[in-house]
């Protein structure tokens, strides 16, 4: 099974900061990847998927990257509603791997 | 609008069977498949399976093979969870999601866009 790594696991940052959060996949995965961000009580949220495509709805300051075996979601400027867990996935010939995900928290 | 209802919070004892249930009330056909993730208290998720409604075509990660049972009643849009011999290790939440497919230059992919409310079960 292919096994995806994220880092840091947990991450302390201030609103209007510039945060990266990696993902490094076992194997190429080409660029069958999306992003969720997911807060307390709540179901995930998509806010990217084939690596980099934002989804409807979603803020112009959520952006992925990568392609084969590393990815990244950068979030350009914090804002206070963006503190929340994130995973990355990977959607690839019926297999739906999740990533350990990263807490994001207010320094 | 496409939404997923799951049933509600259940709490069972070790050794009992259970049946959670994820409905899609919007319009359409059924001509999607559904996933079932599982989520520890305090832990990450983890994808169980997924199953196409129109056809109950069924895939298992290799993690829940053999301990649950994903089934689907396409009349009514309604896909299931199930166990027969619960375990304290699985309560969790349980949420289900509607797999959708986009199209960029001329490839597939695969996008979960529309979950559901999730599923408290407790085994205890």
């Known amino acids: 099974d292919i096994q995806l790594t994220q880092s840091p696991s947990l991450l302390s940052a201030s609103v209007g900061d510039r945060v990266r959060i990696t993902c490094r996949a076992s194997q190429g995965i080409n660029n069958y990847l999306a992003w969720y961000q997911q807060k307390p009580g709540k179901a995930p949220k998509l806010l990217i998927y084939a690596a980099s495509t934002l989804q409807s709805g979603v803020p112009s300051r959520f952006s992925g990257s990568g392609s084969g075996t590393e990815f990244a979601l950068t979030i350009s400027s914090l804002q206070p509603e963006d503190f929340a867990t994130y995973y990355c996935?990977?959607?690839?010939?019926?297999?739906?791997?999740f990533g350990q995900g990263t807490k994001l928290e207010i320094k | 609008e496409v939404q997923l209802v799951q049933s509600g919070a259940e709490v069972k004892k070790p050794g009992e069977s259970l049946k959670i249930s994820c409905k899609n009330s919007?319009?359409?056909?059924?001509?999607?498949?559904i996933a079932w993730v599982r989520q520890k208290p305090g832990k990450g998720l983890e994808w169980m399976g997924i199953i196409y409604l129109d056809d109950s075509d069924t895939r298992y990660s290799s993690s829940f093979q053999g301990q649950v049972t994903i089934s689907a009643d396409k009349s009514i849009k309604t896909a299931y969870l199930q166990w027969n011999n619960l375990k304290a290790s699985d309560t969790a939440m349980y949420y289900c999601?509607?797999?959708?497919?986009?199209?960029?230059?001329?490839?597939?992919?695969?996008?979960?866009?529309?979950w559901g409310q999730g599923t408290l079960v407790t085994v205890s």
């Open positions: 919007g319009f359409g056909f059924s001509d999607y498949w």
């Open positions: 996935q990977q959607l690839n010939s019926y297999s739906y791997t």
């Open positions: 999601a509607r797999q959708e497919t986009q199209w960029l230059d001329r490839s597939a992919f695969y996008t979960w866009g529309q």
